[in-house]
């Protein structure tokens, strides 16, 4: 059917999404979007590295998950009365700059 894309919600670790996600096969067929992912129960920083790296080197396209301090993954460790990232709100936050391209 025309006009598909592939989303899925990979938090699982990077060995497990390699092996049961398939990413590499779909992402050559149809459009992918990694609609969440974050580090939590099964999933650490490492695993979001990895899963990001291979996202950027294929062209598979991905958004951040949580953008607040509760009901993570979250990118933050408090909101209020400032914004204090965590090692994953940072490295998406540096991820999504140095691909802004005004």
Known sequence: RPNLVWKTHPYNSWNTIQNTNRLEQVSAQFPVLLGEFGPGAFMNQA????????????????????????????????????????????????????????
């Open 47 to 102: 695993d979001v590295d990895s899963l990001v790296n291979y996202a950027e080197s294929r062209g598979v396209s991905w958004c951040g998950w949580l953008f607040q301090s509760a009901g993570c993954p979250c990118m933050f460790d408090s909101v209020s009365p400032t914004f204090v990232e965590n090692a994953y709100g940072t490295d998406i936050r540096q991820r999504l700059q140095s691909a802004w391209r005004p």
